[in-house]
């Protein structure tokens, strides 16, 4: 939903498909990115063609393609018949693609919640690259003015960021315990990383 403040008024643009849309960022070329954390892809809305671009980020196995590929003939069940989900230890079937950043050269990096790794894509050639991450449930992300990520470690109470001209990690414990820090933003004009924690309340 696109909504007008001036004519108070709000614009339905249809996906063509994909399931439940996540995180919303736009970039330097007014193209709007989110996730699809259930289908496990990433959408693109360009804004002057008012057409949608949808890219499928890779299954971590055949069964857990299998789940992705059959979720059109799922939701097509009614819902008081349709079959509730059964996901193993790894979550396989829902890897949820969750936070999502524009960098500055318009390239886009994902965080994979229950996959526990990273994915960036490349707009211009549509080029998907996934890069492990080693720590557990990476929520949100958001990329400074350097072009480092920082990513909260939900279920390891840790602030990570990561290099990807080094492609190394570091990460920062946070000063609480069982924080699960949810969300985080970063003040580029100050050079400061806010944090929120959900069980702390700070």
Do not use: C
Not at 10 to 23: A, C, D, E, K, L
Not at 56 to 71: F, H, M, Q, T, V
Not at 134 to 142: A, D, Q
């Amino acid at each position: 939903l696109e909504f007008d403040p001036v004519s108070k008024q709000f614009i339905n643009h249809s996906m063509p498909g994909g399931y439940y849309p996540h995180t919303i960022r736009m970039d330097s070329q007014d193209r709007v990115w989110f996730t699809l954390a259930v289908s496990s892809q990433v959408a693109m809305f360009d804004r002057q063609t008012a057409e949608f671009t949808l890219y499928d980020l890779p299954a971590r196995g055949i069964k857990e393609w299998l789940i992705l590929k059959s979720l059109p003939l799922v939701f097509a069940i009614d819902p008081e018949n349709r079959p509730l989900p059964s996901p193993d230890r790894e979550s396989t079937g829902l890897p949820m693609p969750y936070g999502i950043d524009v960098a500055a050269d318009d390239s886009i990096w994902v965080a994979r919640l229950y996959a526990n790794d990273l994915a960036h894509i490349d707009a211009a050639s549509g080029e998907v690259t996934m890069v492990d991450f080693p720590y557990n449930g990476p929520r949100r992300l958001r990329i400074y003015a350097d072009g480092m990520l920082w990513i909260v470690a939900f279920q390891d109470s840790l602030l990570v960021k990561y290099n990807p001209k080094t492609q190394m990690f570091s990460h920062y414990e946070l000063p609480v315990v069982n924080e699960v820090p949810y969300a985080l933003n970063v003040d580029k004009a100050r050079g400061v990383v806010w944090v929120n924690g959900n069980q702390s309340d700070t």
